[in-house]
């Protein structure tokens, strides 16, 4: 008997041209988590709105391993989290991430992701959310996403503006002690099946549907 007998989202496959996004297998899961210690992004700045990358390497590596885990572990269909490894050509190139509560009712995810930093700036974090948008809304007919980014995160927005997201508001957070604006986005169905959009193919999606609080 298979893994995919009791965890089907082992075979959730998502594919694009040059990306595949699954659950990582554990050697995946420590490469992740070595990329993590490496560095995902400009120490000089924190782009998330929880701080896990200002600690020491083996600190952040420790913690990715932990939150995966622990997303599993908690997994109910009506609060999911389901963070998916991206590889390119076979090498763990960061991670993507789609959420939600209750989705039955709301039909709402949210969405997001980091990458290694030496697979920064080739339009990779576009394709690997693109990924996750079309499992959102072609399989599972969410009607909303919705992300954020600080004010002056132009990469993370540029994906935003890329994959049709409008602005949706703003939060006020502090970050290593200083006062900064998030900017809130939102895509509807309508306006992603306007947008120009990237070639996704998923495999396995159809067992994964109650897991996703879907009948």
């Known amino acids: 008997m298979s893994l995919m007998t009791h965890w089907p989202l082992a075979g959730l496959r998502l594919t694009t041209p040059r990306l595949e996004l699954r659950l990582p297998n554990p050697g995946e899961l ?14 000089a700045v924190q782009p998330f709105t929880v701080a896990w990358t200002d600690v020491e390497p083996e600190q952040r590596a420790r913690s990715v391993l932990q939150y995966h885990w622990r997303c599993w572990g908690v997994w109910q269909p009506e609060d999911w989290e389901l963070n998916l490894v991206v590889l390119r050509d076979g090498v763990v190139v960061g991670t ?10 709301r039909r709402e995810v949210h969405t997001g992701s980091w990458l290694g930093r030496s697979h920064h700036g080739q339009g990779l974090g576009t394709e ?7 499992l959102a809304f072609a399989g599972l007919d969410a009607r909303h996403a919705v992300s954020g980014a600080y004010a002056d995160n132009a990469a993370s927005l540029g994906v935003s503006g890329k994959l049709g997201y409008r602005e949706d508001g703003i939060e006020h957070h ?3 002690g200083k ?8 895509l509807t169905a309508d ?20 897991w996703f609080g879907l009948g």
């Open 128 to 134: 690997m959310r693109a990924a996750v948008l079309h």
């Open 96 to 105: 993507q991430g789609i959420s939600a509560r209750d989705f039955a009712i």
């Open 174 to 176: 502090v970050v290593r």
């Open 30 to 43: 420590s490469a992740l988590a070595s990329l993590a210690a490496e560095g995902v992004h400009d120490p």
């Open 191 to 210: 306006r992603w099946r306007e947008s120009e959009r990237v070639a996704v193919k998923t495999e396995g999606l159809r067992e994964c549907l109650p």
């Open 179 to 186: 006062s900064v604006v998030l900017r809130r986005l939102r």
